[in-house]
């Protein structure tokens, strides 16, 4: 079981930055890899970003590929998502997932179905 905690989110202006922090707690000694989601009114929960359980790959959506960075710092179990040259485009809640099935260093995935486990997600707003 993984617990898992966003926090970070809010407004900003267009070409801003925000980083994002996933708190996470581990009732299993697994390694897994964590990924970024976000949802947008009106339409599906979609992929933004994955790191591996070690930090050593990481994959991102192309929509924002160049823009945004993923890490982690596991002896503060925390994953963090820095956003930057933000657009009104990326406006949603945004969510991390914890992955079981893979620790990440030789694949990934990318489909919200595939994670076990959620936070309750942050609001990130761009306006323009």
């Known amino acids: 079981q993984v617990q898992l905690a966003e926090s970070g989110g809010g407004l900003v202006q267009a070409g801003g930055s925000l980083r994002l922090s996933c708190a996470t707690s581990?009732?299993?000694?697994?390694?897994?890899?964590v990924g970024w989601f976000r949802q947008a009114p009106g339409k599906e929960r979609e992929f933004v970003a994955a790191?591996?359980?070690?930090?050593?790959?990481?994959w991102f959506a192309d929509s924002v590929k160049g823009r945004f960075t993923i890490s982690r710092d596991n002896a503060k179990n925390t994953v963090y998502l820095e956003m930057n040259s933000l657009k009104p485009v990326d406006t949603a809640v945004y969510y991390c997932?914890?992955?079981?099935?893979?620790?990440?260093?030789?694949?990934?995935?990318?489909?919200?179905?595939?994670?076990?486990?959620w936070g309750q997600g942050t609001q990130v707003t761009v306006s323009s």
């Open positions: 581990a009732r299993t000694s697994r390694r897994y890899s």
């Open positions: 997932a914890a992955d079981l099935s893979s620790d990440g260093t030789s694949w990934y995935n990318h489909e919200p179905y595939e994670y076990d486990w």
């Open positions: 790191i591996s359980w070690n930090g050593g790959n990481t």
